[in-house]
């Protein structure tokens, strides 16, 4: 069993930050990509971010310049740091990961239980 477990969500005011993290645990043997999405009530859910194995990202438009994904691989964690949040950047964050459980097996993927991120003043 793998387990995605997300932190970091909270209220913020526009113009403000916050830095949500993501860590995986269980049955992990390799990662190749990490990603976040986020889901706005009645939108559908959208890629915000996502960073494969060797480092190389890639953004939504709506976000670049104002978000930065990273990784550590060693601790199987994935972060997003939120930057001059807007309140159209309010919605559930949901980290993903695309794990290989054992040796030459396929990669699955893997979903954490969300964080609520609202922004308003």
């Known amino acids: 069993q793998v387990q995605l477990v997300e932190s970091g969500g909270g209220l913020v005011q526009p113009g403000g930050s916050l830095r949500l993290s993501c860590a995986g645990s269980?049955?992990?043997?390799?990662?190749?990509?990490m990603g976040w999405y986020r889901q706005a009530p009645g939108k559908q859910r959208e890629l915000v971010a996502a960073?494969?194995?060797?480092?190389?990202?890639n953004y939504a438009d709506s976000v670049k310049g104002r978000f930065t994904i990273s990784r550590d691989n060693a601790k199987n964690t994935v972060y997003l740091q939120t930057n001059s949040l807007k309140p159209e950047d309010t919605a559930v964050y949901y980290c993903?990961?695309?794990?290989?459980?054992?040796?030459?097996?396929?990669?699955?993927?893997?979903w954490g239980q969300g964080t609520q991120v609202t922004v308003s003043s």
């Open positions: 993903n990961a695309a794990v290989r459980t054992v040796v030459g097996g396929p990669y699955y993927d893997y």
């Open positions: 960073i494969a194995s060797g480092g190389i990202t």
């Open positions: 269980g049955s992990i043997f390799s990662i190749y990509a």
